[in-house]
C-alpha cells in the first residue's frame, strides 16, 4: 500500500489532467483515485517488473468498441513514464489500417464488406511486422509509422505520422481484435446478426476474416508478450459506449466539412461487422489473456484478475 501511495502522489496530476481532457460537459470520470490506486497502479507495478532495458517489452491491449482502451493504455503510459522512468510508445491498430483505396480494391476483388476498416484484413500487418522487428532490432534507427484519420477515414499525411526516435522499453499496443484467435469453422455458418445474413449469404466475407487471424493475425499477436483485456458485460452495452465515442468525435470535427462521422444506424450497422469476433472474445479472451479488466454498466472497472 506504501508504494501504491507513493506512485499515486506522484502521477495523479498528470492522469487527472488526462483524464480531465477526455470528459465532457456530460460524461465524467467517477472514482477516479480508487481507479488508479486499486487496478491501474499495481497493474504497472507488473508490467514493470518484467520489462527490462535490453528488448522492448509489448503489452497487447484488448477491449470491445468504446471500452476505453485508449484512455487506459493512456494512463498505463503516463505511470510507467512519470513514475517508472520507462520509455514508453503507444499504438492502436487502427493507425495500420489500409488505406480507403486498398479496401476499396479488396471489396472488389474478394467481398463488398472489406471496403469497411475494422476486420481482420482491413489492417496492413506486413507494415506491423515490420514495425515489430525493426523496433526489437539491436541496430535501432528512427521509425515512422502510419497515424489514422478517422474523421475521414484514411491515413493522414505522412507529415503527421508518428515518429519513434529512441528504442521503447514497453510497447502498448492496443485494439477491438488485438490478440483475437480464429473461430472454428463450424461456427461459421450460422449468421451472428442480420447484417451477416443479408450481406455474406454465401460466407465469403465471414470465412476471409478468420483466415487472416488463422495466418497473418496469429503471428502478429504471438510476437506480444502479455495481454490485457477490458470485459464488458454484453455486446449492447458496447452499442451504447460506441454511440457515446462517435458523437464525441462528431463535437470535436463538427466545424470540418471533410469529416465522415457516422449516423446512429451507420453505427448500429458498423458494430455488427465487430460482433463475431467481439462475442467470441468475451468468451475466449479471459482464458488466455495475462489481466481482465471487468467492467460494469457504468463503464467502471468493477474488478481485476491476473492469470498466472
Known amino acids: 500500500m506504501k508504494v501504491t501511495e507513493e506512485c499515486f502522489s506522484k502521477v495523479k496530476k498528470d492522469c487527472f489532467k488526462f483524464i480531465k481532457s477526455q470528459e465532457t460537459s456530460t460524461e465524467k470520470f467517477g472514482n477516479k483515485d480508487g481507479m488508479l490506486k486499486s487496478f491501474l497502479i499495481p497493474m504497472c507495478f507488473w508490467i514493470a517488473k518484467k520489462a527490462n532495458n535490453k528488448k522492448p517489452y509489448f503489452v497487447g491491449l484488448a477491449g470491445g468498441q468504446g471500452t476505453g482502451k485508449t484512455t487506459i493504455s493512456s494512463i498505463i503510459k503516463i505511470i510507467l513514464e512519470k513514475y517508472f522512468k520507462l520509455k514508453v510508445f503507444k499504438i492502436s491498430i487502427d493507425d495500420f489500417y489500409k488505406t480507403r483505396k486498398e479496401r476499396l480494391n479488396l471489396s472488389k476483388k474478394i467481398h463488398p464488406m472489406l471496403a469497411t476498416r475494422g476486420v481482420p484484413g482491413t489492417h496492413d500487418v506486413q507494415m506491423m511486422l515490420n514495425f515489430f522487428k525493426k523496433v526489437k532490432s539491436k541496430n535501432f534507427k528512427k521509425i515512422d509509422l502510419p497515424n489514422f484519420n478517422k474523421a475521414v477515414d484514411d491515413r493522414f499525411p505522412k507529415k503527421n505520422w508518428y515518429k519513434i526516435k529512441d528504442k521503447p522499453d514497453v510497447i502498448i499496443f492496443e485494439g477491438w481484435c488485438v490478440g483475437a484467435k480464429a473461430e472454428v469453422n463450424k461456427t461459421l455458418k450460422k449468421?451472428?446478426?442480420?447484417?451477416?445474413?443479408?450481406?455474406?449469404?454465401?460466407?465469403?466475407?465471414?470465412?476471409?476474416?478468420?483466415q487472416q487471424l488463422k495466418s497473418k493475425y496469429k503471428k502478429l499477436y504471438s510476437q506480444l508478450n502479455c495481454m490485457i483485456y477490458l470485459k464488458a458485460k454484453n455486446?449492447?452495452?458496447?452499442?451504447?459506449?460506441?454511440?457515446?465515442?462517435?458523437?464525441?468525435?462528431?463535437?470535436?470535427?463538427?466545424?470540418?466539412?471533410?469529416?465522415?462521422?457516422?449516423?446512429?444506424?451507420?453505427?448500429?450497422?458498423?458494430?455488427?461487422?465487430?460482433?463475431?469476433?467481439?462475442q467470441n472474445m468475451f468468451k475466449h479472451a479471459p482464458k488466455y489473456s495475462s489481466i481482465i479488466l471487468n467492467l460494469n454498466s457504468n463503464h467502471q472497472i468493477k474488478t481485476i484478475k491476473y492469470n498466472k
Not at 447484417?195 to 476471409?208: A, I
Not at 462521422?261 to 463475431?276: A, D, E, H, L, P
Open 191 to 210: 449468421s451472428i446478426n442480420s447484417f451477416e445474413k443479408v450481406n455474406d449469404q454465401k460466407l465469403v466475407w465471414r470465412k476471409h476474416v478468420n
Open 235 to 278: 455486446f449492447s452495452l458496447l452499442q451504447k459506449w460506441r454511440l457515446k465515442q462517435e458523437n464525441k468525435l462528431w463535437l470535436k470535427n463538427k466545424s470540418k466539412s471533410s469529416h465522415k462521422i457516422m449516423s446512429k444506424g451507420k453505427v448500429i450497422n458498423f458494430m455488427q461487422t465487430y460482433q463475431r469476433i467481439t
